[in-house]
């Protein structure tokens, strides 16, 4: 450099330059879900999260439909086939405005959209996916059991061959999007080992009811899936994958969403406490003037910007088709858990007024809570990477 060259300003929302990064189109994106997310999330979501509801899910689900949010990384049939860094960025700022809006997309897209249009018959994605690109269809994804969590290995929900027909009976438990859903992707043991349906949740015998007394996210529709003795035709099961690895591969992609999601949640709470301490006084000068409070603004600043800098890189990785699982779960296990504490700093910065919900700050804290454990808990993402570090399962 130059003698007389110029350095820009530095920038305290983006202290590292990481937008230079981002080509137009990104940016472009970014700048659309973080504006839907202003105008339609933000004025509610503390109303909503105190209430325990999501109102208008499905007003909600049509216009992230129409911005293309919705399978948004997904080829075809509707879908915008944005790369992978730019469905991150997305997810970073739903994240933002609230876990469980980015939950809604996440699990639309990633997986109940995902496993139709990677696994499914050219019929399934046909009949399916335009619908739910749009908004129109709201899917779920039954894996979890009311017994079964870290294990999907040994769930009970059962496929049995009738005829030319299927009959599905048993339980899924935590289901997001459930009560709303039109169609449910279920996994469930065959006489042939693993198997997806897509399930039209009118079918009879299927039924959703809604999770109440949730104390993490509580502006999200979590669900119980019931299937009593659901009669389904030949046509309904995912033709193109048996065994655990059709669920683990869409669980994978929603995780790398997760990566950038929790930086999210993340970089509300470190805003609110940074412009909080600039304009909060106490012993007659702003708290940001004293250095413990600096130095809490500096460490949640480092991980923050180093978690967006890894999920920057592993996007670049899946859309060069060079992202392993077992990086991802290096992504979800560090961000998920350095966004924890940077919303736990944040709070001690705020004082009493960090678990008001007139900040995002508490909100945040108690919905990170819950995606620390969903789609793999800690331990089994330090699992995966013991394995891949040693060469030894530790599993069994």
């Given at each position: 450099?130059?003698?007389?060259?110029?350095?820009?300003?530095?920038?305290?929302?983006?202290?590292?330059?990481?937008?230079?990064?981002?080509?137009?189109?990104?940016?472009?994106?970014?700048?659309?879900?973080?504006?839907?997310?202003?105008?339609?999330?933000?004025?509610?979501i503390?109303?909503?999260?105190?209430?325990?509801?999501?109102?208008?899910?499905?007003?909600?689900?049509?216009?992230l439909?129409?911005?293309?949010?919705?399978?948004?990384?997904?080829?075809?049939?509707?879908?915008?086939?944005?790369?992978?860094?730019?469905?991150?960025?997305?997810?970073?700022?739903l994240?933002?405005?609230?876990?469980?809006?980015?939950?809604?997309?996440?699990?639309?897209?990633?997986?109940?959209?995902?496993?139709?249009?990677?696994?499914?018959?050219?019929?399934?994605?046909?009949?399916?996916?335009?619908?739910?690109?749009?908004?129109?269809?709201?899917?779920?994804?039954?894996?979890?059991?009311?017994?079964?969590?870290?294990?999907?290995?040994?769930?009970r929900?059962?496929?049995?061959?009738?005829?030319?027909?299927?009959?599905?009976?048993g339980?899924?438990m935590?289901?997001?999007?459930?009560?709303?859903?039109?169609?449910?992707?279920?996994?469930?043991?065959?006489?042939?080992?693993?198997?997806?349906?897509?399930?039209?949740?009118?079918?009879p015998?299927?039924?959703?009811?809604?999770?109440?007394?949730?104390?993490?996210?509580?502006?999200?529709?979590?669900?119980e899936?019931?299937l009593?003795?659901?009669?389904?035709?030949?046509?309904?099961?995912?033709?193109?994958?048996?065994?655990?690895?059709?669920?683990?591969?869409?669980l994978?992609?929603?995780?790398?969403?997760?990566?950038?999601?929790?930086?999210?949640?993340?970089?509300?709470?470190?805003?609110?406490?940074?412009?909080?301490a600039?304009?909060?006084?106490?012993?007659?000068?702003?708290?940001?003037?004293?250095?413990?409070?600096?130095?809490?603004?500096?460490?949640?600043?480092?991980?923050?910007?180093?978690?967006?800098?890894?999920?920057?890189?592993?996007?670049?990785?899946?859309?060069?088709?060079?992202?392993?699982?077992?990086?991802?779960?290096?992504?979800?296990?560090?961000?998920?858990?350095?966004?924890?504490?940077?919303?736990?700093?944040?709070?001690?910065?705020?004082?009493?007024?960090?678990?008001?919900?007139e900040?995002?700050?508490?909100?945040?804290?108690?919905?990170?809570?819950?995606?620390?454990?969903?789609?793999?808990?800690?331990?089994?993402?330090?699992?995966?990477?013991?394995?891949?570090?040693?060469?030894?399962?530790a599993?069994?």
């Amino acid at each position: 450099m130059s003698a007389s060259a110029k350095l820009p300003p530095f920038d305290a929302g983006d202290p590292l330059g990481i937008d230079d990064l981002l080509d137009p189109e990104e940016l472009a994106v970014r700048d659309t879900v973080r504006t839907w997310a202003a105008d339609r999330v933000l004025p509610h979501i503390a109303e909503w999260y105190e209430k325990g509801e999501l109102p208008g899910i499905r007003e909600l689900a049509r216009e992230l439909g129409s911005i293309g949010a919705l399978g948004m990384s997904l080829e075809g049939y509707g879908c915008a086939g944005a790369s992978a860094v730019q469905y991150g960025l997305a997810c970073l700022e739903l994240e933002a405005a609230d876990s469980g809006i980015r939950s809604l997309v996440s699990v639309q897209g990633s997986l109940a959209m995902y496993a139709i249009h990677r696994f499914g018959s050219e019929e399934q994605k046909q009949r399916w996916l335009p619908s739910m690109a749009a908004g129109e269809t709201i899917g779920c994804f039954g894996l979890t059991e009311p017994d079964i969590g870290s294990d999907p290995a040994a769930m009970r929900t059962y496929a049995k061959k009738d005829g030319g027909d299927w009959i599905l009976n048993g339980r899924k438990m935590w289901i997001t999007n459930g009560s709303v859903a039109g169609v449910a992707v279920v996994w469930a043991q065959t006489d042939d080992g693993i198997r997806g349906f897509a399930v039209p949740t009118g079918t009879p015998g299927f039924s959703a009811p809604e999770i109440k007394h949730k104390w993490s996210l509580r502006a999200s529709v979590t669900s119980e899936l019931v299937l009593d003795d659901v009669r389904l035709p030949a046509d309904a099961v995912l033709p193109g994958v048996t065994g655990l690895k059709g669920p683990l591969s869409c669980l994978s992609h929603a995780r790398y969403g997760i990566v950038w999601g929790a930086m999210g949640a993340a970089r509300s709470s470190f805003e609110s406490a940074l412009e909080y301490a600039r304009t909060r006084e106490q012993f007659g000068r702003p708290i940001g003037g004293f250095q413990l409070t600096q130095a809490k603004l500096a460490d949640m600043a480092l991980e923050l910007h180093k978690g967006i800098l890894l999920a920057h890189h592993l996007g670049r990785r899946l859309d060069a088709g060079r992202l392993r699982p077992e990086q991802v779960s290096f992504g979800k296990l560090n961000n998920v858990r350095e966004a924890i504490e940077i919303c736990r700093t944040s709070r001690t910065i705020l004082g009493a007024n960090g678990i008001s919900l007139e900040y995002p700050v508490m909100r945040h804290a108690t919905n990170l809570e819950s995606v620390l454990t969903y789609e793999g808990t800690v331990e089994m993402h330090q699992l995966v990477l013991g394995k891949a570090l040693t060469g030894l399962d530790a599993f069994r």
